[in-house]
């Protein structure tokens, strides 16, 4: 029955010899790609690990950046009513001003009308 089967009736042509070394190449090649795939193993570990910690990151730098928005945002808004009361102050003291300006140009006109008055007398 051996002969029936060519690879088992050349196995038992070979010496024993030869047939230990198959066997120990065999065997060498096993366990190197058994070390392949442990290597690989452990690289893709790392590479999830790493992933990880960068989504981590950019969830923990994005909740971050949302948070300096809202405060950014609230500054401006801040900013933005403290410089239109400033505005609004500016153009109150500019309507003052004028008021001011014309009570005194109305004053000088009195004062010079009582000195001429007083100067021809």
């Known amino acids: 029955?051996?002969?029936?089967?060519?690879?088992q009736k050349k196995m038992s042509k070979e010496r024993p010899t030869e047939f230990h070394k198959k066997i120990k190449r065999l065997k060498e090649s096993?366990?190197?790609?058994?070390?392949?795939?442990?290597?690989?193993?452990?690289?893709t570990q790392r590479l999830q690990d790493r992933n990880a910690e960068i989504i981590e990151s950019?969830?923990?730098?994005?909740?971050?950046?949302?948070e300096l928005s809202k405060e950014?945002?609230?500054q401006r808004e801040d900013?933005?009513?403290?410089?239109?009361?400033?505005r609004e102050e500016t153009e109150r003291e500019r309507i003052r001003a004028d008021r001011e300006?014309?009570?005194?140009?109305k004053l000088q006109i009195e004062i010079e009308a009582i000195w001429g008055k007083k100067s021809r007398a």
Do not use: V
Not at 1 to 7: E, K, W
Not at 35 to 40: D, G, P, S, Y
Not at 79 to 86: F, G, P
């Open 58 to 66: 950019r969830d923990l730098w994005r909740s971050h950046n949302k």
């Open 79 to 86: 900013l933005e009513q403290r410089a239109q009361a400033a």
């Open 72 to 74: 950014f945002a609230r």
């Open 1 to 7: 029955m051996l002969h029936h089967f060519s690879g």
């Open 30 to 43: 096993r366990d190197g790609l058994k070390l392949n795939i442990r290597e690989k193993s452990l690289m």
């Open 101 to 105: 300006r014309e009570r005194a140009d």
